[in-house]
């Protein structure tokens, strides 16, 4: 039965259809069918060479192409050449089916293969059917072309087959130079953080029968030998009978992405250090409370027990009764009333210098500057630990450059600092040692032109290991087994002479070695008052 003729208003565009045919008889049959069915035949040729020129000229939406013509190129190098070019489909229309001419027509991937002479039925079935499938691949090759992601296809063999833009910029290779290349050449992969290479996942994919993901530590080699951070997943390619054909290689720069998380990892530490900070804040604001409202308290009961502790030797003396030194009773009296002495003083210290510390840290430890003369000041206040040096058989010497300038500085904190760096050295002092008090005047670097008072503290006969040394300043920090007087202590005396130093708008060093500790204190020759913290802080 006749195939019914199609007109141009069954098909809203008709196609546009280019022959190549050498048999002018057979060429004008074919033009007619053609026609009859619908198409548009755009020119008629009998070259290959016409056909290369008319297909570019002309931009067909098919090619009918005889495989036999004359010249020195047949139809499968012109179908070759068009394709390569042009990527308009080729359909070849020929007498010749033996093996050796189809293998050389398949080798260029046409869209149909038709047989002379031609019916009308198959002609239409076979442009249609090329047309059908050029359009989907089309569409298959537009979205591959315009996805972000670089993709490769490959044979069963490795070799490279198909590679869309973006691959070729990521990778550095064109597609006319990586087409046909063992993809192990073209895309390889380095782990980030050994900077060694790994499996490539379209091996993988091929070995396994799986989809293969990459780790999160994976950098792509490109053609220059630069790399960059990709996320990528291969997979096995099959036809529809099921067979095993290839795989597809997706791959990004995920660059991006890992910016965006450090951003967001960055953000999400800077809203919990501000959740922290308010949180620290808030906590400081409770302290300097209780600290306000407690501080009274703290202190009265305490000062009330040293002067009932002092009312109660008065009257126990005013009777009589610690003057009998052979009653059992009176010794023990003043044991106690010994103890109670001392334990009150040791809380009563160490109340006043959490109290003191405290008010370092929230800028409200008054300072006022005043000329002091250290060539006077300094001596006066050494002389009250002159006895209690000669009572542990200990040296103290006292060296002050003459020619020291006034300093304006705090008195109340200058006496505060050098009394409990000097209270510290007699306290670790051993027996026939000495202690050491240097005062001169020192430039802090050789380019200052700002000199600076350096009170050095220093003593013999102990020594403070590398270890203990980073943790002398730490608050309840005490050298295990280093008072040989076992005159005890709050833990916090250094600690609050650095605050002291540091609130004064000073620093200080501390060093051991050959059996010397030596602390030294470097203070401006003038307190700046402009850059003292507000009291109302």
Not at 400 to 422: C, H, K, Q, T
Request: glycine content about 4%; charged content about 20%; proline content about 5%.
């Amino acid at each position: 039965m006749k195939t019914p003729h199609l007109t141009t208003q069954d098909i809203q565009e008709p196609a546009r259809l280019l022959v190549v045919e050498d048999e002018y008889i057979l060429a004008i049959n074919l033009q007619e069918s053609l026609v009859s069915l619908g198409y548009v035949v755009v020119d008629v040729v009998d070259t290959a060479e016409v056909a290369i020129q008319k297909a570019e000229e002309l931009r067909p939406d098919l090619v009918l192409m005889d495989i036999r013509l004359q010249g020195e190129m047949d139809g499968i190098q012109a179908a070759e050449q068009i394709w390569n070019q042009l990527q308009i489909p080729i359909i070849y229309v020929t007498g010749h089916s033996d093996k050796s001419t189809v293998a050389r027509a398949t080798l260029t991937s046409p869209f149909g293969y038709i047989l002379k002479p031609v019916r009308e039925k198959e002609l239409y079935v076979a442009i249609q059917t090329a047309l059908n499938r050029y359009e989907r691949e089309q569409f298959l090759s537009t979205v591959l072309r315009g996805m972000g992601d670089g993709v490769v296809v490959v044979d069963k063999q490795l070799h490279i087959k198909y590679l869309n833009p973006a691959g070729e910029q990521l990778t550095g290779w064109a597609l006319s130079e990586a087409m046909n290349q063992d993809v192990m050449q073209v895309v390889q992969f380095i782990d980030e953080l050994t900077q060694e290479p790994i499996q490539n996942p379209i091996l993988l994919a091929l070995q396994q029968d799986r989809t293969v993901y990459l780790n999160g530590h994976t950098l792509l080699v490109s053609k220059t030998g630069s790399t960059l951070p990709v996320a990528d997943s291969a997979a096995p390619l099959r036809d529809q009978q099921g067979t095993l054909t290839g795989a597809v290689l997706v791959f990004r720069d995920d660059a991006q992405r890992r910016l965006l998380e450090a951003h967001d990892r960055a953000l999400l530490a800077a809203q919990q250090m501000e959740t922290q900070l308010q949180e620290m804040q808030r906590l400081n604001e409770l302290k300097d409370d209780f600290l306000a409202t407690t501080s009274h308290e703290l202190r009265t009961p305490l000062s009330n027990i040293r002067l009932a502790i002092h009312m109660l030797e008065i009257v126990l003396n005013q009777q009589g009764f610690l003057d009998i030194e052979d009653f059992p009773k009176a010794s023990t009296v003043t044991r106690y009333l010994s103890v109670l002495r001392e334990q009150c003083e040791q809380e009563l210290r160490l109340v006043n210098d959490l109290l003191d510390m405290r008010s370092i840290e929230a800028g409200a430890y008054p300072l006022e500057p005043t000329a002091i003369h250290l060539q006077a000041w300094l001596p006066h206040i050494v002389e009250n630990f002159h006895e209690r040096a000669i009572a542990q058989q200990q040296t103290l010497q006292v060296n002050v450059s003459p020619d020291l300038p006034e300093l304006i500085s705090d008195p109340s904190g200058l006496n505060r600092l050098v009394s409990e760096l000097l209270n510290n050295a007699c306290k670790y002092t051993p027996a026939n040692e000495q202690i050491q008090v240097i005062v001169q005047l020192v430039n802090e670097s050789s380019d200052s032109i700002n000199p600076v008072v350096q009170i050095i503290i220093r003593n013999s006969g102990t020594e403070i290991s590398a270890e203990q040394l980073p943790r002398i300043f730490d608050p309840f920090y005490r050298i295990p087994s280093n008072d040989p007087w076992k005159q005890g202590g709050t833990g916090l005396g250094l600690a609050f002479v650095k605050k002291l130093v540091e609130h004064m708008q000073g620093k200080i060093l501390v060093n051991s070695n050959q059996r010397w500790v030596t602390f030294t204190v470097q203070l401006p020759l003038v307190l700046s008052v402009n850059s003292l913290p507000s009291s109302e802080g």
